[in-house]
């Protein structure tokens, strides 16, 4: 399979390799086909590229070759260890690429992968994606980067058809915390529903009916989100409204009425012990969003 040899630079900013066809990658590179980009695609499985290939996307025999078709290669695989396992063979066609890697994993492993691959002359993007499959392409879907800006502003007008693209700063890794912080938030969720759900069927009340009315409450709820924020942000915890004391009495009740349902209050009661750790430190008339500064004395940083 050819390279870049012969084309225009109009060319190139409408090439695009895709490495890695699971349930995203394949929508990725559909979404680069129906835009009209020479789009080469390859997968340690070879048949999950069939499709592809059928709508007019080109077939990389190798990884090597894969790489060696496009300026921008686009890494969608398990985890970040594979992405290295995937792109090793080709290491020496990777100088002067822009590698984007849409593959989950943690801040340290993105570093990592940002050494590993600008050491081979490449430019390393980290990327988040946020979105399903199906949304990918349209206004629903966003993806978050960080890396090197320059590498970034050459491919934007490409990497814009996956989704709204936001540039996040220049640490490789930054994409990565993103994703991990709001993941985080969104088992945090997950946790409180599963809760609320255990805690209602131990009165015979089903999921559905449960799951109603509390997304009406969490959509309220979720605007003293921004408040909060702010809090956290300015150190400024003063409140004449929800403090501590309140919330930590609130959720002892909601504990104490899960043990007496037979409902385990694993989920709830480490944030309990984060407000009366607060509440014990003197801080029982601030601000729920205090809680954060237990966590922050929790962390290596601190």
């Known amino acids: 399979m050819a390279g870049n040899e012969g084309t225009t630079a109009h060319d190139i900013r409408r090439t695009v390799t895709v490495i890695g066809l699971g349930n995203l990658g394949r ?12 789009t080469t695609v390859w997968n340690r499985s070879p048949g999950k590229a069939d499709g592809l290939v059928a709508a007019g996307a080109r077939r990389a025999e190798t990884v090597e070759q894969a790489v060696s078709a496009s300026d921008l290669l686009i890494v969608c695989v398990l985890d970040h260890a594979t992405v290295r396992q995937v792109l090793a063979p080709a290491a020496g066609a990777l100088a002067g690429r822009v590698v984007v890697n849409l593959t989950s994993g943690t801040p340290q492993s993105a570093r990592e992968l ?22 990918i392409g349209t206004p629903e879907t966003f993806v978050l980067y960080s890396g090197p800006s320059d590498a970034f502003d050459a491919h934007s007008a490409q990497l814009r058809l996956l989704g709204a693209g936001t540039f996040v700063g220049t640490d490789a890794a930054l994409a990565s915390v993103y994703d991990v912080a709001l993941l985080g938030g969104m088992y945090g969720m997950f946790a409180g529903f599963f809760h609320a759900v255990a805690l209602a069927g131990s009165a015979g009340i089903k999921a559905e009916e449960l799951t109603e009315l509390l997304l009406r409450w969490l959509t309220g709820v979720a605007g003293a ?29 909601i504990l104490s009425a899960s043990r007496a349902q037979g409902v385990s209050p694993d989920l709830l009661a480490p944030l309990h012990a984060l407000f009366q750790q607060q509440i014990d430190q003197g801080h029982a008339a601030a601000s729920m969003s205090r809680a954060i500064e237990s966590l922050r004395a929790a962390s290596p940083a601190a």
Not at 27 to 38: D, N, Y
Not at 114 to 135: C, I, K, N, Q
């Open 114 to 135: 940002d050494a590993w691959v600008t050491e081979r002359g490449a430019a390393y993007l980290s990327g988040a994606v946020y979105g399903v499959p199906e949304t």
């Open 27 to 38: 929508v990725l590179a559909r979404t680069f086909l129906e835009a009209g980009h020479r």
């Open 225 to 253: 989100l921004p408040g909060f924020a702010r809090e956290i942000d300015s150190g400024d915890y003063v409140t004449e409204t929800s403090n501590l004391a309140i919330n930590a009495a609130g959720l002892a009740n």
